[in-house]
């Protein structure tokens, strides 16, 4: 019976003309193009520069910003007025003033001021941006304290000093892409795993074919069973296209070892499919059953840790990430590529994912009910 | 214009006859914005962070009591032995470990050979890029303190304001994204199906047959969910303002007017999915979950577009949500005026603009 059940499934998978393309079109679009773009890394701040004192000194000090590779010198301002204009319209992200006299002050004063005011509506751009601002500072302190080592004020006070060197551990490099790659994987999972069991049953209600289901001696689990498991298998199809495609095209390759991602994956796919099941259970039309799916996977997506780190969240927020299944899975995922962790390390992920799978099957299949 | 009136009648009665639907349209871009404006952040605090300091000097105890007093840092480790820094992160007890140098205070004042390494765990990236950047303006902060004691000659001084954000809230980066986001998408899907469900249940005969003009078929269609985006519209902006406490710096009536020019594109593109596809099924996919990715990610709400490859820039102009998601931050946040929006305006204009006609040239008239 299951068998046949399923055969019907995957006929009316292929035989529908959007349903194969976008199992392929989708993980072939997200992954090429997506993990180019997840990247949260700061670059090309414009700076606009206000330069009140116009001597050797502050030239050189622009210079040295302008060719730090990090900023671009988006225009010169004659008062920070005028250069609030820039900041304004978007054209540049800080202020740069260096102050009156600031040439004279570092001779006799020891010590001169500037004045770095940074857009901050994005405090991620803003906080980066003006703490290397003011790492460059250092530096060009430094080189003057050097180019002028020989006089006598220096040679003669203690000069405190040291250096800060900055080092990534698993991700040497900081590159997005591992981070993004095995977790946009997860990300199509879902969707594709989700969506399309999501509106298989309401579709059958809405076409009315669900009455001839009804009426049939097929029991609920093997009807239950005969909507997964296709959708098991196409989860299977796309998380291998995914691999192959994270391999040939990011040369990225999982530290640990692929049963265990295919394992986690197989729980997992089970998990959401179940949900969109329930889903669909519910649902009386296609528009309520896309909507609370939609709605579920935007929350799922957006609060696993995939984009913003879990840690910076509120305590509540951070209680809700415990009951999202993408979460536990995205974890394995990052796990097994960066770190190379084992199954063994990855218990308490295994536990919560096969509580989930258990717990949304069995209500897919109690709260299908024959006769309404 | 009365026909015309008669088929806004005849929309608005299908959409509120359907009751579950309705309350789900309305509920749940609340839950979303308050969701997500909330925890959609990047901000850092209360990090775990563990000390390696051998010389256990004046110098590095009052760093460390820097990084204790920080928001940003608990110092939850001292190590004893710098081989234990490998296991404190494979176990995930520390996000961050600082390793002085030995002899630190002597070296800093005399041979210029101290030093401090930070030691982040780069799986977050971002996280990681975010501490190193905090923990390096502690110890800035400190040596700064050190200069000024000891006179240090040149001294470049840095006075740092932060603009339009002095306590540096993500939410007032991520909130106008989130609104752009849960905006287009819900109504995009609201409209996707309007055309496409008459022609899937064969009530579409029944219109093309009527005297009615198709563009008016196509309005009448648009108009009920145009209400209902305001109505949600309204909400967002309350809750924005009152429950994530992200201020309307600028002019309300522009702001309004941009979302509602954001809201006529979005259903727009509902329309034009609709008249494309053949069934629900196909039109629900591709409203719902083909273009929630890309407005995730290529619209500029979580990734800067600044630092995409400069392709991908372009391909982001594509995505209408990226020319909401700016001029909002400029008029909402920054409070700017707003001809330094208009080039925004425009943009979204013309793709409405685009839509609709691309609309009424694939609204086929005959069936079959």
């Known amino acids: 019976m299951l068998k046949f059940l399923i055969e019907k499934e995957f006929k009316q998978i292929a035989r529908n ?223 291998s296209l995914c691999l192959v495609l994270a391999a040939s095209v990011y040369r990225l390759y999982p530290s640990g070892s692929v049963l265990t991602i295919y394992l986690f994956a197989g729980i997992y796919i089970l998990i959401v499919s179940g949900f969109g099941l329930v889903v669909s259970n519910y649902s009386n039309t296609m528009q309520q059953a896309m909507f609370v799916m939609f709605f579920f996977v935007m929350v799922f997506i957006l609060m696993s840790g995939l984009f913003t780190p879990i840690a910076s969240m509120p305590d509540w927020a951070q209680n809700i990430t415990a009951f999202n299944p993408l979460k536990y899975l995205m974890q394995v995922m990052r796990m097994v590529y960066l770190k190379g962790s084992s199954f063994s390390e990855m218990i308490p992920q295994f536990l919560a994912l096969g509580a989930f799978a258990v717990v949304l099957n069995g209500w897919a299949i109690l709260c299908y009910k024959k006769s309404s | 214009m009365k026909q015309f009136l008669a088929f806004v009648k005849k929309e608005f009665r299908h959409i509120l006859r359907d009751k579950r639907t309705m309350l789900i349209l309305l509920v749940m871009p609340i839950v979303q914005i308050i969701l997500f404006g909330f925890a959609v952040t990047t901000e850092v605090k209360n990090v775990n962070t563990a000390v390696f300091d051998p010389s256990k000097d004046a110098a590095t105890r009052q760093i460390i009591e820097k990084f204790k007093a920080s928001p940003y840092f608990i110092v939850t480790e001292e190590l004893t032995d710098f081989n234990l820094i490998n296991d404190v992160f494979k176990y995930g007890k520390v996000s961050l470990v600082v390793v002085f140098s030995e002899n630190f205070a002597d070296n800093m004042l005399h041979t210029g050979e101290a030093s401090v390494q930070l030691i982040a765990d780069g799986t977050e990236p971002n996280q990681a890029s975010t501490l190193i950047n905090y923990a390096s303006g502690i110890l800035q902060s400190y040596q700064q303190e050190q200069m000024e004691r000891y006179n240090a000659p040149f001294q470049i001084i840095p006075e740092i304001k932060m603009l339009f954000n002095p306590q540096m809230k993500s939410a007032y980066n991520f909130v106008p994204g989130v609104m752009g986001m849960v905006l287009i998408l819900i109504c995009a899907m609201m409209t996707s199906i309007a055309i496409v469900r008459e022609k899937e249940s064969g009530t579409m005969e029944m219109l093309l047959a009527s005297p009615i003009k198709p563009i008016y078929i196509i309005l009448a269609k648009a108009v009920p969910y145009f209400t209902l985006s305001v109505l949600n519209l309204i909400t967002i902006l309350l809750l924005a303002v009152f429950v994530l406490g992200v201020p309307i710096a600028g002019n309300l009536f522009w702001l309004i007017l941009l979302s509602l020019l954001f809201i006529f594109l979005a259903l727009s593109l509902g329309l034009l999915i609709s008249t494309l596809v053949d069934t629900q099924l196909a039109a629900m996919l591709i409203s719902g979950m083909a273009l929630m990715m890309p407005i995730m990610v290529m619209s500029g709400m979580i990734f800067p577009i600044d630092s995409m490859p400069t392709i991908l820039q372009w391909l982001s102009s594509i995505v209408p949500a990226r020319w909401y998601i700016a001029p909002v931050k400029k008029l909402m946040i920054q409070g700017v005026a707003v001809q330094y929006a208009a080039k925004e305006f425009i943009i979204l204009a013309a793709m409405t603009f685009f839509l609709i006609i691309v609309s009424l040239k694939k609204f086929k008239t005959r069936l079959g």
């Open chain 1, 17 to 239: 003309s959007f349903v194969p393309k976008i199992i392929i079109g989708m993980p072939l679009v997200m992954m090429l193009i997506l993990p180019w773009a997840a990247n949260q890394s700061i670059k090309n701040v414009n700076i606009c520069v206000v330069d009140n004192d116009r001597s050797v000194f502050s030239e050189r000090l622009i210079n040295k910003i302008a060719s730090s590779g990090y900023f671009k010198l988006s225009d010169a301002a004659s008062s920070y007025n005028s250069a609030m204009k820039s900041i304004e319209s978007g054209s540049a992200d800080i202020v740069f003033e260096i102050e009156n006299g600031f040439e004279e002050k570092l001779f006799r004063e020891n010590a001169a001021r500037v004045m770095i005011s940074a857009n901050a509506v994005s405090g991620i751009k803003g906080g980066l941006g003006s703490s290397y601002l003011a790492s460059i500072l250092t530096d060009y302190a430094a080189e003057l304290r050097e180019a002028y080592a020989k006089s006598a004020v220096i040679a003669n006070t203690a000069i405190p000093t040291f250096g800060i060197a900055a080092q990534y551990k698993f991700n040497p490099r900081l590159d997005y892409k591992v981070f993004m790659v095995p977790a946009l994987m997860v990300m199509l999972l879902t969707m594709i795993a989700g969506f399309l069991p999501a509106l298989n049953i309401v579709g059958e209600k809405e076409a009315g074919t669900i009455e001839q289901m009804n009426v049939s001696p097929v029991k609920n689990h093997i009807f239950i069973l005969s909507k997964l498991i296709p959708y098991w298998v196409i989860g299977f199809v796309v998380l």
